[in-house]
T-cell receptor
Framework: GQNIDQPTEMTATEGAIVQINCTYQ??????LFWYQQHAGEAPTFLSY????GLEEKGRFSSFLSRSKGYSYLLLKELQMKDSASYLC???????????FGKGTKLSVIP | GAVVSQHPSWVICKSGTSVKIECRSL??????MFWYRQFPKQSLMLMAT?????????EQGVEKDKFLINHASLTLSTLTVTSAHPEDSSFYIC????????????????FGPGTRLTVL
């Protein structure tokens, strides 16, 4: 089976940097995704990691350590529109299925 | 990016009735589609994997006779909630995986906008 943990809520200040952590336990690993979801809307893709290391894409970066079962999403220069839930999802090997964590609700304050 | 649509975007029905939700890939072919359910303040829970031309694979605890899935073409999958009850009220989201993505770095799922179901 798979178990994915991430903090329930976080608050950060506009313009700051925030790191959202995700730990996972899985019997078969084929990559880790981060999605952004605004309330009442579908998730939108942010990043994908399958090898150890850091992937950078604009203001967003994602890190993966497979040996530690750990990932983080780093958001820089926070904007008010970044207030959303951030979902960590692990892809099961051989099936393309995703198992999602419960999501971290990020509130960006002025 | 690829676009996935869902219809309807919201529906209100009486207890005991059936509701059909459509998921369409608009500009790509999708051999595999996924159906998720999301309760308030909860994450997405995979209900079933829908494969074109074959029976859907349901996750443990999901009643296949209650949640009927049909994937009749490479661009359309439908989820029918039969004999709906108030506890079935939820946000239903589909996603689609593009066919023939070998050579891509990863298999991205494209999500539909979701369907809000309220059963009275």
């Amino acid at each position: 089976g798979q178990n994915i943990d991430q903090p329930t809520e976080m608050t950060a200040t506009e313009g700051a940097i925030v790191q959202i952590n995700c730990t996972y336990q899985t019997s078969g690993f084929n990559g880790l995704f981060w999605y952004q979801q605004h309330a009442g809307e579908a998730p939108t893709f942010l990043s994908y990691n399958v090898l150890d290391g850091l992937e950078e894409k604009g203001r967003f970066s994602s890190f993966l350590s497979r040996s530690k079962g750990y990932s983080y999403l780093l958001l820089k220069e926070l904007q008010m529109k970044d207030s959303a839930s951030y979902l960590c999802a692990v892809s099961r090997a051989g099936s393309y299925q995703l198992t999602f964590g419960k999501g971290t609700k990020l509130s960006v304050i002025p | 990016g690829a676009v996935v649509s869902q219809h309807p975007s919201w529906v209100i029905c009486k207890s005991g009735t059936s509701v059909k939700i459509e998921c369409r890939s608009l500009d790509f072919q999708a051999t595999t589609m996924f159906w998720y359910r999301q309760f308030p303040k909860q994450s997405l829970m995979l209900m079933a994997t829908s494969n074109e031309g074959s029976k859907a694979t349901y996750e443990q605890g999901v009643e296949k006779d209650k949640f009927l899935i049909n994937h009749a073409s490479l661009t359309l999958s439908t989820l029918t909630v039969t004999s709906a009850h108030p506890e079935d009220s939820s946000f239903y989201i589909c996603s689609a995986r593009e066919t023939g993505t070998s050579g891509r770095r990863f298999d991205e799922q494209f999500f539909g906008p979701g369907t809000r179901l309220t059963v009275l």
